[in-house]
């Protein structure tokens, strides 16, 4: 079973490769937005009472302004009342405002033990995707915007934001981000494993020679490894054949390479193997070096699984409505 997310319809749901069936779909964690300050509305000022001409009589004069004064009082005592009506609406609209669904900008974890999603700094996870009455319980926010995830509830989860790590090895009873800074300084672009039996990191790849220590423009690697509690040991790998794109896996099962239209798989020993060559491109990869992988291919995202030999069609992930609170943008699915 795994866990699919389809970002142009904001839905999470689940699907079994043996059966090529997707399971229910699982509305968004909602959080109910903090009440705004109405703006006070300040009442037009009362006009002037018009002077009488100097040639009237005194008293028509003196009762002319009196009924001036009288109205100007009266459409004072109107507009304090309106302000007073306007404000009592905002107050009421922003004490019953509607719970919003958090958009998802990544996912991570599987069917079996449950899944996770971030927006920004926020985290929330479920243990039951498939099951309509589960809630979404919210973790501690992030220590910075997140920008990856990867891992699962059972071993842990890691996030990434180009330049930090966090790790979260006990979600369920000690909730506690453990945030490190990479080093040596890479640009990471992305991050497989969990958080308790080690990740891999892959950098951009925007220039072979980095002056990210000290500025010397030394070669730094590709793809580190990491272990440890909070993750701070690096080592390094061969460095991959490719430039790397997708990453997929963990420190059990092994990870596989995804970029240049091939796929290499790494082992315990940071060794790269090829798998494949392919005659298209992948959007996303989930699974590791053992099982073999799921992928999503073309503009239509068509579920496509691989067993380390045979690509096999699955199916088109399933178009379905959107929930009346969805309110995501089209985001491009995170590894």
């Known amino acids: 079973m795994y866990v699919v997310f389809d970002a142009l319809a904001g839905a999470i749901y689940t699907y079994d490769a043996k059966l090529n069936t997707f399971g229910t779909r699982c509305p968004l964690a909602e959080v109910k937005p903090p009440p705004e300050s109405p703006t006070p509305s300040t009442p037009p000022a009362p006009p002037e009472p018009s002077a009488p001409p100097v040639d009237s009589d005194p008293v028509a004069a003196a009762a002319a302004a009196s009924a001036t004064a009288a109205a100007a009082s009266a459409t004072a005592a109107a507009a304090s009342a309106a302000a007073a009506a306007v404000s009592a609406t905002a107050a009421a609209a922003s004490a019953t405002a509607a719970s919003v669904s958090v958009p998802v900008q990544g996912i991570a974890g599987n069917s079996k033990s449950g899944v996770a999603y971030f927006n920004n700094k926020q985290v929330f996870y479920r243990t039951d995707i498939d099951n309509s009455k589960a809630e979404w319980k919210r973790l501690p926010d992030a220590p910075f915007p997140i920008t990856g995830m ?18 979260m090895t006990d979600v369920f009873n000690s909730p506690v981000w453990q945030s490190t800074a990479v080093s040596p300084r890479i640009p990471i672009k992305g991050i497989a494993g969990d958080g308790s039996n080690g990740i891999v990191v892959f950098r951009d790849r925007a220039a072979d020679l980095v002056g990210f220590d000290g500025g010397d423009k030394k070669f730094i690697p590709n793809v580190y490894t990491f272990t440890g509690k909070p ?63 799921l992928a999503l291919i073309g503009a239509e995202n068509f579920l496509v699984s691989f067993d380390l030999k045979t690509w096999t069609l699955q199916n088109a992930l399933p178009t379905l409505p959107k929930l009346p609170t969805d309110t995501t943008p089209a985001t491009k699915p995170n590894q």
């Open 150 to 167: 990867c891992g699962d509830l059972s071993n842990g989860i890691v996030i990434q934001n180009g330049d930090m790590l966090a790790q």
């Open 231 to 293: 993750y701070s040991a690096a080592q390094s790998t061969q460095e991959p054949p490719i430039f790397i794109d997708l990453l997929a896996g963990d420190g059990s099962n092994g990870y596989i390479a995804f970029g240049e239209n091939q796929l290499f798989s790494l082992d315990a020993k940071g060794a790269w193997t090829k798998i494949s060559s392919l005659k298209f491109g992948l959007n996303a990869i989930v699974g590791n070096a053992k099982d073999g992988l």
